[in-house]
Every structure is written in C-alpha cells, then in structure tokens.
C-alpha cells in the first residue's frame, strides 16, 4: 500500500498530486486514491459536520413512522393551529395536523426527490456527456448547441412549464428535475473526456484490444467521475431549493403529500395567525441544505485538490 | 472588435430561434388550450362551435405551423392578445420590464458593493476570524430557499414590526415620494441580493488569493508601494476580470432569482407576470415573457464579454 508521502505533508487543502489514476488503475493505486481522498475529506471539519447531518436527516426520515407519535395526516380539528407545546412541539396546523410529524415525513418526501433526482441527472448526463466527448461528430454538435439554447433559458420559467406539463406528483417533479439537471454533468464529462482521450493511457488501452465500451466504461468514466461527484451533491442540494420553490408556488407536489415547500405555502397563508408554520419547515431545509453544501465543498477539496473555485 | 460584436449578434439569432422552437413545443404541451378552456367555463358549447372556435384560433392546424404563423407575427412585432388580460402580450412585457429592471439593478449594486469589499477582506485576512465568520455567512445564504428569506422578512419587518410593507410597488393613499417608493423596495432587494452575494464573496476571495500570489505583485511590494496601492490598483483590478465573467453566468439566475421574488412581493415585473401567465394558460403572455428573459439573458452574455475584453487588455477578439 504505497502512499505518497507528498499527500501527506501538504494538507489542506492544495498540494502537489500526482494526477489521478494515469495509467490503467491497478488495485492498490485505487485504494490508495480512495485513502488519500478519505485523508483530505476527514480534515476539512465542515464537511464532516454537512455529511453527519445530512445522515442523521436521512436516518430521522427513515425512521419517521417508528419514532413519531403521530401520522402525517391525522387530522385533529379540535386542535388546529394550536402553538408548539408539550404534545405538539412545532404546533399545529390548519387542520390540526402534528407540524413536526409533518416536517420529518416532508423530509423523507424532499430527500428522496433530492437524492432521486441529482443521481438520475448524473447517471443521465455522464451517458449523453461520454458518448458526445468520445465520439464527437455531429452528435457532439447538437448536444452542444442543445445545452447552449437550454442555458439561455432561465431556469424557473422552464421548470414551471414543465411541471405544468408533467403535473404534481413526486415522480414528476423528480422528471422535471431531470430533465433541467442533466445538462451540467453532460458538460463536465465532455470536457474531461475530450482531455482525456488523447492521453497516453487510452492509446495504451486501445493498443491492447479494448473496445470503445470498454474504453470510455473502465478508463474515462472512473476519471471523469471527480467533478461529477461534486456538482451532484451541490445538486442534491440546490433541487431541494427548486423542489420547495416549486411547490410553495403551487407547482411541484400536492398537498395532501407534505413537502417543505407545500407546507410554508399553506403557511404563508395562515402567517397572521400561526407563524410558527413558517418557521420550521424553512429551518429544516436551510439546515439540508446547508449539510450538501458543505459536504460538496469537502468533497471538492478532498476528490480533487488542484481545482479553483 | 466591431467585427466581433457584429459576428456575436449574427449568432444570438439561430439561438434565439432554437429558445422560441423549445418554448413555442413546450407551452403547445401544457394542458388546457384556449378553447378546451372555454368549453370548462361554459358546457352548453356545441361540438361544432368546438370545431369552428379550434378552426379560427389556428388550433386544428400542425403545431410547426402554428409556430411558423407565430414566428411570422412575432418579427412583425406582433406578440399576440393575452387571452386574460385581453391586450397585447408585447405591450404587458414592455409595461413591466422597467420594474423588474429596477429590482435587479438595485439586487445587482447591493450584492457587489457587499461581495467585493467582503472577499478583498476575506483574501487578505485568509484564515482570520472574520473570514471564518463570513464563509459560514456565504454557506448560510446558499442553503436558503429565497422565499423562505423572503417569508421571514415579512413576517419580522412587515408583521411584527410594521417598518416595511409586505409587498407590492405602491399602495393606494401613500404618498409618491423616492422615499416611500424605496421602502417597498427594500424587502425584494434584500432577497434577491441574499441569492448570489455569498457565492460571488467567495469567488472575489478566490481570484483575490490567485491574483495575490502573482509575482507581480511581489514585485509591486518589493517597489515599495503602500499596501493599499498593492492591493487597489494591482492586485484588486486584475481580481476583478474573472469576476465580470462570472457576472455575465450569473444573469439568467437573477431573472429565475427576480421570477420568485417577485411572487412572493408581488412585485409587479416580469416575473411574476411569467409566473401567472404560466398558470392561468395565458400563452402569448408566456411565450413573449420567457423570450425577452432569453432575450436579455444573450444580451448581457455578449456585454460581459464585450466587458472582459475591455478590462483586460490581454483579450482581443478578432
């Protein structure tokens, strides 16, 4: 298990590495890329902190029937927007529903659409992306001038006539993510696969007999992966924040499905009388949120230490 | 550079023309066209009144040529009626583009003048106490839905302390001074501001910290400039070439940022004009908002890079 003494001495956050798996990756290079990064990621404290709460958010989620005393819609009129209390910690609302039972399934309902749909744009995008930057030619052509068109475009009106095409459900809104997010993992593998495949290795590869699958599945991709990385879990994030905008506007997932964003729209409506209603749900995807971000951030430095920001 | 400008507004045509085709197929998706909206408001509506009403709104036509009619229309200067509002889409754009200008000028100013003195701070004092507290600061602002900021401003400034309106441009009975125009502004600036400051903070560091380890700037301190001339009139000016270009990317995020915002101030610009011509099916007024969005997206992309090449004598474009 060879490990580059120069890994270790020049931390945090940027040092001389040597470049990231040049050459066919053997085993023990593998492990000791894998070591290195789990080295630099252990270090940048605030990414620590983001992953543990991003897991405990995800275990609180997960959790949610065993552990709440109440269901996501049991309806208690006789104690609607009653203010947090004892039995009711984040209170009541308009129906006399438990908010803080709301708020932890609005979790499962929000993570699952953030992890869903940040995963489903890379593996998407990372197809599209690979196969334009390997094969160039007319495909790479329209792929380019397709994303160039799409990025003239800004973001929210596009999502919302999307989802006023696709409807309110969760599975839609994962959809409509989809199809907004995987432009920008399609980008980044383009770019590092058109670097990439005049290197010496994939000639190397190439001269040995390997197929263009095999190529671009075993050589490109695990090289091209870093960045991609990276941009999905700010994703997972950043849809999190188009999720809730979406469905506070009425567009992304209907009531009686408690989201983030549903539930500070109903309580937009009742912040006179019940502004407890606003708080948490917002609180609850700040610190989401705030948890990809900084893990993205950690994930950055630790992948890839020689990128700028 | 003339030829430069005029090749890069030659290529923003074949562009906005891909926009409008991607846009024209998408809103032709949205369910609800005009007349199934009138046989829901009235069902004693015949089948051939149907027909007739499908025939003379061009509906039983292709959508290519639909989209062909409108393209016609449209470079005439045409943008169709608003089907709720019964006036012409064109005219409700143009009547609402200066109040979204407004807002994103105003977003624009207060986001630079707090990110460029923050990231020169932070780059100077790497590793400080306040660098700390204003990267946490930075994360805090990326992790915020806009909204939600925007809910609880309301509720602070507008509910609790009664200092600001909650919404709105103008409210009748108040006078129609600067003044109490600025206080409805207030609100919608800060939130529209809280969207990038962070983000572009952070990249004023970055280029900052780049820019500073440069042996140029070696060579300025070894002259023996005063640190602030190093730091203005070296260091600071060549900072700020990568950060133009990032100003140009950013754009289309502020007329998505200003389309929320909007909505949640009421704020009558185009945005929220976007929004609820989106939801009512009004589509002339949807189509000819997003357009000038795109519109104005290209625009400011050719203007940074018009910019860049100005701040920095490197560039030349031929």
């Given at each position: ?12 956050p940027v ?215 990276v ?66 951030d950690?994930?950055r430095d630790?992948?890839d230490?020689?990128s700028k920001r | ?198 983000r572009?903070?952070r990249y004023m560091r970055s280029t900052?910290l780049e ?31 990568p ?76």
């Open positions: 298990m060879a490990t580059n003494p120069a890994m270790d001495t020049n931390l945090p040092g001389p590495v040597p470049p990231v798996g040049a050459g066919v990756p053997a085993e023990p290079e593998s492990l000791s890329y894998i070591q290195s990064v789990w080295r630099r990621f252990r270090r940048h404290r605030l990414a620590m902190f983001g992953g543990a709460l991003v897991l405990a958010l995800v275990l609180f989620a997960l959790a949610a029937p065993w552990i709440l005393p109440y269901k996501f819609d049991d309806i208690d009129l006789a104690h609607r927007f009653s203010p947090p209390s004892a039995t009711h910690w984040f209170g009541t609302d308009d129906l006399g529903h438990d908010e803080l039972t709301r708020v932890i399934y609005g979790g499962r309902v929000s993570l699952l659409i953030g992890f869903a749909s940040a995963i489903s744009s890379a593996i998407i995008g990372m197809a599209i992306g690979a196969v334009a930057g390997y094969y160039g030619g007319l495909l790479d052509n329209v792929l380019m001038r397709f994303t160039d068109i799409m990025f003239a475009i800004p973001t929210l009106p596009l999502l919302f006539v999307l989802s006023r095409i696709l409807g309110g459900s969760v599975l839609s809104i994962i959809v409509v993510l989809v199809l907004m997010g995987w432009m920008t993992a399609a980008r980044l593998v383009r770019g590092s696969i058109l670097s990439l495949k005049q290197r010496e290795f994939i000639e190397a590869s190439r001269a040995v007999g390997a197929g263009n699958a095999r190529i671009i599945i075993r050589h490109l991709l695990p090289n091209a992966l870093a960045p991609v990385v941009a999905s879990t700010l994703m997972m994030g950043s849809n999190i924040i188009l999720e809730s905008s979406l469905s506070y506007l009425g567009l992304g997932v209907m009531p009686p499905t408690p989201t983030w964003g549903n539930m500070l729209s109903n309580a937009q409506e009742a912040i006179w009388r019940a502004p407890w209603l606003a708080i948490y749900p917002g609180i609850f995807i700040l610190v989401t949120v705030l948890g990809f971000n900084f893990l993205g950690g994930l630790a992948l230490p020689k | 550079m003339q030829r430069y400008i005029i090749h890069r507004l030659i290529q923003m045509v074949p562009l906005l023309l891909g926009v409008s085709v991607i846009i024209y197929f998408l809103l032709s998706m949205v369910p609800g066209d005009p007349v199934d909206l009138l046989i829901t408001a009235n069902p004693n509506v015949k089948m051939e009144d149907v027909a007739r009403l499908k025939h003379a709104y061009g509906l039983d036509q292709p959508i290519y040529i639909r989209y062909g009619k409108w393209l016609e229309r449209t470079v005439t200067g045409d943008l169709g009626w608003s089907r709720v509002y019964k006036r012409p889409a064109g005219k409700m754009v143009l009547q609402r583009l200066p109040n979204t200008v407004t807002l994103m000028s105003a977003a624009l100013l207060v986001s630079l003048l707090i990110a460029i003195p923050v990231g020169i701070y932070s780059a100077k004092r790497q590793y400080s106490f306040l660098d700390y507290i204003f990267t946490v600061l930075a994360f805090l602002g990326q992790s915020m839905p806009s909204f939600w900021f925007g809910i609880m401003l309301i509720l602070l400034f507008a509910v609790k302390l009664h200092w600001l309106p909650p919404g709105g441009m103008m409210d009748i009975g108040v006078a129609n001074t600067v003044f109490t125009r600025l206080k409805y502004l207030i609100l919608p600036t800060v939130v529209l501001s809280l969207i990038n400051v962070g572009w903070a900052m820019v500073i380890n440069q042996d140029y700037i070696r060579t300025a301190r070894a002259k023996g400039l005063t640190d602030r001339a190093v730091t203005y009139r070296h260091a600071f000016r060549n900072a700020l070439i950060v133009i270009t990032l100003l140009a990317i950013e754009i289309p995020g502020l007329f998505s940022g200003a389309t929320i915002t909007e909505t949640v101030f009421s704020w009558p610009g185009i945005g929220k004009l976007n929004y609820d011509s989106i939801m009512l099916n009004d589509y002339a007024v949807a189509m000819a908002s997003i357009m000038i969005f795109a519109i104005l997206v290209v625009f400011f992309n050719l203007v940074a890079d018009i910019a860049y090449a100005l701040a920095d004598p490197r560039v030349r474009y031929e």
